[in-house]
Each structure stands twice: as C-alpha cells, then as structure tokens.
C-alpha cells in the first residue's frame, strides 16, 4: 500500500489468471516474446493436472495395477508371497513426483521471465483484479491484455445428507494414506471407473453408484457392457439406475446410502458426479465477461470473451475436460494473437480412460452417427484375435471402426491394452483424411497392439 492506504496498481502487458495447461503455456510463451507478463495462481503451481488430477491419478493407478500384477504373478510363472498394499509408500510415491512437478513447474517460470503471483483474484473493473495475497496483503494488477484460465471444481449434489457427511472428491482420495474398507463411488464416468478399480486393487471393496443407464454414459453400449464386465470381474458392484436419496453418517468412519435399491452401509464415498466451473464470485460480470446458463464463459471459436481484449482457455471456457484440449486452447491463442486464424471448431479431440483394459476412442461414436443421420460401416475386432494379446493374455476388449461412404474413418473405440497409443494411430490417419484402405494395407510392426488395425479393417469388406 501507499502511505496514504491506497492500494498500489502494477500493470502487465498481459495478465493470466490461473496457471493451469494453457495458461502457464501462454504465459511462458509471451514472456519468452518479450511481454511484461504476469500469472496470478491461488494455490495449485501449474494447475490441477500435475497436483490433483490427471498425473497424481495416473501414480496410483499405477501402484494398483503393480499389486495387481503381483498377485496374479503366479499366472505368468512367478512365485511371491502374500501381497500387501502400504498406502502410506503409495501417498509418498504420488507427493513425490508432484513435488518434483511443481519444482520443475517454477524453474520454467523463472527462465521464462513470466512471474508468478500467488493469491486469490478477483475482478474489480474491465482488465483489472484486486488480489489477495497468500503472503498477506492485498495488491491490484491490470493487463493491456487479460487471459482467464480458472478451470473448474468437483460437484457436491444436493442430497439430502451428503455434504454433511464430508465425502471425498479425487482430490482428497488421493490424499489417503489408509485403505477404506468399503468405498462408495458416486459416479460412473471416467474419474469415478479409474479410481474405483485403483481401490479395488488396493483391496478396498467397492460399489459405483451410477445414476444413468449404464457406467461411462457417453460411450456406445457395447462399449459401456465391456467395461462393466470387466470391472465385475475383480468384483466390483455396479448398480446403474440408481438414484441416491439421502447419506447418513461421515465419510471415512461410517456411512449409509439410501436409494432406490435400498440402504448399503460402507465407510467411504467418493463423489465423481461431474464438474463445475470456477467462475462464481470472482467479479466476471465487473469484467464485461458474460457466462452462460451452467456458469461457463462465453467465447467464440477464437476463445475470445464478450470483453475487448479479455480471453478464456481450457475448462472454464467450456473447453472438453482434458488437458490436451486446455493445451490446445494455447495454441490457438498464441498463433491468433501473431495474426492467424486458428479457431477451435472441428477439433478432433481424443479420449482415453485409464482403466484396465484401457479405453481409447476418437471422432464419432455410434450413436453419435445414428443421432447425425451419418451412415457408416461399423467393423469389430475382438481384443484376442491380436497375436500381441497372446503373449500377454491380455485378451479382454474389442477395437471398433466407423467409416464414411467416402472410405473415411470418422470414428474408433477400442477397449483394451495401449488402447490410447493404438488410438492415436487412427486419429493420425483421421487427421491426414486418408483413406481406410491405407491403413489397412500399412505394415505394423508385429507382434503389437497396433497390428490388429489391418484385421479389423479388413472385416470393412466380409
């Protein structure tokens, strides 16, 4: 402050609020250009992926599936003992490499010249935010340029008990260093699938409450009975249909679930029932920044705001929740701001859950086809006619193919092993707009996963 109390202003050339996927990337690239460019952050350094989302699930993922693995060593001709999980080691592992993320995250800051504010924004007027100050204080900042990166939170539902009872979201389960004994998951999308295997594996036992018709609501049926299976095999409990009606007693100690099917007692839930954005409270309105009716802000295809000179990326934008896609959004920013035209309509985004077996998918879905009027040709291929799967018994699962009356490929599922990276063939010869034939006819490299595209293909023309 002045000596008169004031609250001093500093101005940037551009100002970015929240240092998640396509923030720190703009940031880092304006500041390398020469722009006086400044990141304000409330807490997570380089936004959620690397401190409560994508990367730290992945970790344990990952430990679950090495428990799982050594269990059933015995079916691959490896002898061990009795196999226990200590979750403690599993929590240190996952703080570990975010501690070396977010060390990694503020050296490219320092040597991209972008400076990082730490505290909690807020508009106050056009391009302009008063901040709290994690270190105490308040300070107001303005931007020639204003770039909004707030991301979004996990929703609590309003039923009647349930926030009283203090469940957790991703965030907390991850932070575990004991095993639930019984855990609730409320949710069955791909946040709530991967984490209710990871736990299972751990050797919770565990029950998907999942309010839809059937888990992983925006994949084809076929695609969601697969995953069923597969998770009923390691007896897990899929209750679709069902509608939560109330919660008694405290995650982590006791609770009960009353539904439609009854009332199930167990000790933990996990609510993975979608998100929100971040954008309530935080004076958008003050900004000239409009939202839209589910709270996220309007842009055009350019992630332009309805305020001059003010821009949104990734999630709170309305951006699919994916930190590939927030990357994206950089990049279409940062070669619109050099005079270019990039626009974010018509992306081909790719999707990949981390369960096992895994699922990749890309472009249409069946259903998305049918609901289009698009015709297509839909070829299968079990997951066990791949000579790859052979060696590692592996055999769960099925790739799916769309093609168009042109001959091309305008849509692909798999479910199975390296799902994603076999995915991310498809969506290369999607993106060159070649012909199927081309790949059905490419040499792969045997024996692979990808190796299974020329056989399924080739079920096009049977």
């Known amino acids: 402050m002045t000596a ?8 940037f050339d551009d100002l970015i609020i929240g240092s998640g996927e396509g923030g720190k990337y703009l940031a880092w690239h304006l500041a390398r250009g020469g722009s006086r460019t400044a990141v304000i952050e409330r807490k997570l350094i380089g936004g959620s992926c690397p401190n409560t989302n994508c990367l730290p699930s992945k970790s344990e993922i990952w430990s679950a599936e090495v428990a799982h693995l050594a269990r059933h060593a015995g079916q691959y001709g490896t002898t061990t003992g009795t196999v226990s999980v200590d979750m403690a080691r599993v929590l240190a592992r996952k703080r570990e490499m975010v501690s070396g993320l977010v060390a990694m995250h503020l050296d490219l800051f320092r040597q991209s010249g972008a400076r ?10 056009p391009k302009t935010v008063e901040v709290a100050l994690n270190d105490g204080g308040v300070a107001t900042f303005t931007g020639d340029r204003v770039f909004i990166n707030v991301g979004t939170h996990a929703i ?17 389960l991850l932070e575990l260093d004991r095993l639930p004994q019984h855990l609730f998951v409320l949710g069955g999308g791909y946040v709530g699938l991967e984490m209710a295997q990871a736990y299972r594996r751990f050797g919770s036992e565990v029950t998907i409450l999942e309010s839809g018709p059937h ?9 969601a009975d697969e995953i069923t299976r597969s998770l009923r095999d390691e007896a897990i409990t899929i209750h679709s249909n069902c509608k939560v009606t109330g919660v008694d007693g405290r995650s982590g100690d006791n609770v009960a679930v009353q539904s439609d099917l009854g009332v199930i007692k167990g000790s933990d839930i996990l609510v993975a029932a979608g998100r929100t954005p971040n954008t309530n409270g935080i004076g958008l309105n003050l900004a000239g920044v409009e939202l839209d009716g589910r709270g996220y802000i309007t842009v055009n295809d350019r992630l332009e ?3 001059p000179d003010t821009w949104a990326i990734g999630e709170c934008a309305g951006s699919e929740q994916f930190t590939h896609v927030s990357f994206d959004d950089f990049r279409i920013i940062r070669d619109n701001l050099a005079g ?11 999707y990949c859950m981390f369960t096992d077996p895994q699922l990749g998918r890309v472009g249409l879905s069946e259903t998305e086809a049918k609901s289009l009027g698009i015709a297509v040709r839909v070829a299968k291929l079990p997951i066990a006619a791949v000579p790859r799967t052979r060696t590692t018994s592996e055999t769960k699962g099925f790739m799916k193919v769309l093609v168009g009356a042109d001959d091309r490929i305008v849509g692909f599922a798999m479910i199975g092993a390296d799902a994603g990276d076999v995915m991310a063939t498809v969506q290369t010869a999607m993106l060159a707009n070649i012909p199927y034939q081309v790949l059905r006819e490419a040499i792969f490299a045997h ?15 049977s």
């Open 215 to 223: 888990i992983a609501g925006r994949e084809d049926a076929d695609v």
């Open 447 to 461: 024996p692979t996963m990808t190796e299974g595209l020329g056989p399924l293909l080739s079920r096009l023309e």
């Open 4 to 11: 008169g109390g004031c609250v001093q202003t500093e101005h």
């Open 116 to 125: 990082l504010i730490m505290g909690d924004a807020r508009f106050v007027s």
């Open 156 to 172: 609590i539902p309003a039923i009647p008990g349930l926030a009283a009872a203090a469940p957790m979201t991703n965030i907390e």
């Open 340 to 350: 270019g035209s990039r626009s974010k309509k018509g992306r081909l985004i790719p």
């Open 305 to 307: 705001t309805t305020a």
